[in-house]
């Protein structure tokens, strides 16, 4: 099963380690999801980079080996592969548009979104499944 994972979810990772954590240690030794992601991933991350590890309180080293990990985890996915489902996502996230990008990749692959945000969850027309519906599925 394919799920596109937003950026809310790789700062949880980052933060606190538990089980949204967990969601990826344990797949990647069954090997039972697929993850992807816009390319837009690593840029909101990235933009973030300097605060989350203050936040995290790891030390860099550590803190890259998780990225490390995590960029292994998951395959990100070319603008150009989902670039006609921008506008739809866009429509259905005018309120909310920092995650037109990851709603634009679901709609194109038909599949849920892995995130913790609750108002994407109330506007997304994907089902919108959180770390513990996730590790459930394993």
């Not at 005018?94 to 609750?118: M, Q, T, W």
Request: hydrophobic share 45%; aromatic share 8%; charged share 30%.
């Amino acid at each position: 099963m394919m799920l596109v994972v937003d950026a809310n979810i790789i700062v949880s990772c980052l933060l606190k380690k538990a089980v949204t954590f967990d969601v990826f240690l344990l797949n990647s030794v069954l090997k039972k999801l697929e993850f992807g992601a816009p390319e837009f991933l690593w840029i909101e991350v990235g933009e973030h980079k300097e605060e989350l590890l203050k936040e995290t309180k790891l030390p860099k080293d550590e803190f890259d080996e998780v990225m490390e990990f995590l960029v292994e985890e998951i395959t990100i996915v070319p603008m150009s592969q989902f670039l006609e489902c921008i506008s739809k996502a866009k429509r259905l996230l005018s309120e909310h548009s920092k995650d037109v990008p990851y709603l634009a990749l679901a709609l194109r692959l038909n599949c849920p979104i892995f995130s913790g945000d609750k108002t994407l969850k109330k506007l997304s027309p994907v089902k919108i499944l959180s770390p513990r519906e996730v590790l459930k599925l394993l």
